[in-house]
């Protein structure tokens, strides 16, 4: 039985759901002297999550009525060992940190902290060549940002670049 | 103004260095980004786009441009040496140009991807021009209700092939659209989603989203399974395209063009189709269908002719109407917009100088590309060698960078990792990326259109029936949906029925 039921068709009825119920009613607001329905800030993200809930129970069902029906959230993108799930953790601590330790680092120091992350975690077969470019990479995207395209790159509490 | 008038304002604009070399830039860029397996035209395009911000629009759009037309061309590089195929468009070319390589004829295949590539360029653009603004002249006339109508229609056909199956596809559109509802309402002013956070009250930001979605999938993936997939990389040989087998191929060559052209007008097909439409064609009409899929020089004619016809077609939508005519234009649509350019109809008239500039800069992008795609050809071997370790990582710089560049906010960083880790959750369910950008784009148009007509009739549906246009585009919807569900009904009795039914 649990091979017919499509855990990501009934996933999109519950975030339907929660955008009817919780999200819209909670973050969005409509005046109240809005003259009709369809002019009211509710009215399209209101259609929209009912499209979702339709569509998610659509797939519930397509997969509860065919017989071996395939649930594309069974589709593997590689073995889900430990160590992938580990990589996987260490790249969203990668990222989460990269937008934190910014304002205070700097965009480049982190960014080159962030290459060196990365490479460490996919466990690069050229170390030398992928800490060359860990350093040379952010510099030259500072050097054109900066000086070229007038972005104001963040330079950080400690060390200030050119 | 007349056509000669245009184009002498838009001759100053093209014929200078900046243009030329941003050109040649996006050329050398997209081949070299297609040629990578992994790397894709879109991805190319992405990267690219914050880099044309400190650039006058018409150089940055032609820099795109380049990049979009080399991405496409690229991606039969690594397809007929190491049978990977370096886009989605280039997958028929592996049928023959592979075989090809094997027998050792790979610089014969290249030689012949590489010709009818640019042949069916020009076509395609000389199409642009041609109909472009004909269309434009057309949609002149349209109100919000026609545009509701036309972008509702383009939405169901972006639904339709959106990959191999169609109900995910539209939950992928549908979630493009609600992200697209986030900011302020544009008609009270009042808070949609965005928490009080200043950050988010103009919308999510679209290149981090779209650089999220493309670009930070990809990173992840690889750090899943961190394995290096390189094929083995076939010799170029001695053999040359000779003048005689061109034009042996060249009808070949010109009915993919016209393919590649018509499909790629129809916003949402793409190039994928085309090339394997021009293909099947080719092998019906030729007198060696039983040597096709052995290394049939016609058959990469033909389906590098039907993906390069569509790289200009893709933009008469996207001139004409301002729609999008595949996930790539729906980035440069983005480019647009951010360099103060809203495409459509009104464009012809306010900014015909920069259409015709473009116009003249993608016809020389056309014979560039034969210039840059003869080298590439020979310098492949060292593009496929860049170690995957040590490309994703840079990849991910260059979003941080690309992103924060727009709007010198890192909480645009933020957005395009959050959007980068929905995009996973995708790619592992197999739900498209496309149909969601695609309705993220489109959504506030259809919706702004939809409630300018509201306001227009007061509420009243009936201004949606109220010209023969909206009438077309309704019925054109009506077919639309039919046909779809027609043909997963005939797959589901032919195939499993489930989930298959529809794909």
């Not at chain 2, 060696?288 to 893709?314: L, M, P, Q, R």
Request: charged fraction near 10%; charge should be neutral; hydrophobic fraction near 55%.
């Amino acid at each position: 039985m649990t091979e017919r039921i499509s855990w990501l068709g009934l996933g999109f009825v519950a975030f339907g759901l929660f955008v009817l119920l919780a999200a819209i009613p909670y973050a969005v607001t409509s005046p109240s002297n809005v003259p009709k329905l369809v002019l009211a800030p509710t009215f399209w993200p209101t259609i929209v999550g009912w499209l979702i809930i339709g569509l998610g129970v659509l797939l519930t069902l397509l997969r509860f009525f065919g017989a071996a029906a395939h649930d594309p959230a069974d589709d593997d993108a590689g073995p889900a060992s430990a160590a992938a799930w580990l990589r996987l953790a260490g790249a969203l601590g990668v990222m989460t940190a990269l937008v934190y330790v910014t304002p205070v680092l700097g965009m480049v120091w982190t960014a080159m902290l962030a290459f060196a992350g990365l490479s460490l975690l996919v466990r690069s077969s050229r170390p030398v060549m992928s800490a060359v470019v860990a350093i040379v990479l952010p510099l030259a995207l500072y050097g054109f940002f900066a000086h070229v395209a007038g972005v104001a790159v963040p330079q950080g509490d400690f060390v200030q670049l050119p | 103004m007349n056509p000669l008038d245009a184009i002498a304002l838009a001759l100053p604009l093209v014929l200078n260095v900046e243009s030329f070399l941003a050109l040649f830039t996006g050329i050398v860029v997209g081949v070299i980004a297609g040629a990578i397996p992994g790397m894709s035209a879109t991805m190319a395009v992405a990267l690219a786009l914050p880099f044309t911000f400190a650039l006058q629009p018409i150089t940055g759009i032609l820099l795109l441009l380049g990049v979009y037309k080399g991405g496409i061309f690229g991606g039969s590089i690594p397809a007929i040496l190491i049978k990977t195929p370096g886009t989605p468009a280039s997958s028929a070319t592996v049928l023959d140009g592979y075989p090809m390589a094997e027998n050792g004829q790979a610089g014969k295949a290249l030689g012949m991807a590489l010709y009818a590539s640019c042949t069916a360029d020009l076509m395609s653009n000389m199409a642009l021009i041609l109909f472009a603004g004909w269309l434009a002249s057309f949609a002149l006339s349209f109100g919000p209700p026609e545009f509701f109508t036309l972008i509702l229609f383009s939405l169901t056909i972006i639904a339709g092939v959106s990959g191999k199956n169609l109900v995910l596809g539209l939950i992928s559109a549908a979630l493009g659209l609600l992200l697209a509802t986030v900011g302020l309402d544009l008609v009270y002013g009042t808070n949609r989603f965005n928490l009080n956070d200043p950050n988010l009250m103009g919308g999510l930001n679209f290149i981090a989203v779209l650089i999220g979605l493309f670009a930070i999938p990809e990173i992840l993936a690889y750090v899943w399974r961190p394995e290096e997939t390189r094929g083995n990389i076939r010799a170029l040989g001695a053999q040359h395209v000779t003048f005689g087998e061109y034009r042996k191929c060249l009808p070949t060559i010109l009915r993919g063009g016209v393919i590649g052209v018509v499909l790629g007008s129809i916003p949402g097909i793409g190039a994928a189709p085309a090339a394997f439409l021009s293909y099947s064609e080719a092998r019906r009409n030729s007198k060696n269908k039983d040597n096709f899929g052995k290394g049939e020089i016609e058959g990469v004619a033909a389906s590098e002719a039907g993906n390069n016809g569509v790289c200009g077609a893709t933009l008469i939508p996207l001139l004409a109407l301002g729609v999008p005519g595949d996930v790539i234009t729906a980035i440069i649509i983005g480019a647009f917009m951010i360099h103060g350019l809203q495409p459509g109809p009104m464009m012809f008239i306010a900014n015909v100088d920069i259409i015709y500039a473009l116009f003249l800069g993608l016809i020389v992008s056309s014979i560039m590309l034969l210039g840059v795609g003869s080298v590439a050809i020979r310098f492949f071997r060292y593009i496929a060698e860049i170690p995957r370790p040590v490309l994703l990582p840079t990849v991910f710089i260059l979003c941080v960078y690309g992103v924060y560049a727009v709007n010198n906010n890192v909480f645009d960083i933020g957005v395009m990792f959050a959007t980068g880790l929905l995009g996973y959750f995708m790619l592992r369910a197999s739900i498209p990326p496309a149909p969601f950008l695609i309705a993220f784009i489109l959504g506030p148009l259809l919706e702004d259109n939809f409630r300018q007509a509201m306001l227009m009739s007061g509420g009243s549906g009936e201004i949606l029936f109220r010209s023969p246009i909206t009438w077309v585009f309704w019925g054109l919807t009506a077919i639309t949906i039919a046909t779809l569900i027609r043909r997963g009904l005939k797959r589901g009795k032919a195939a499993e029925p489930g989930l298959d039914a529809l794909e």
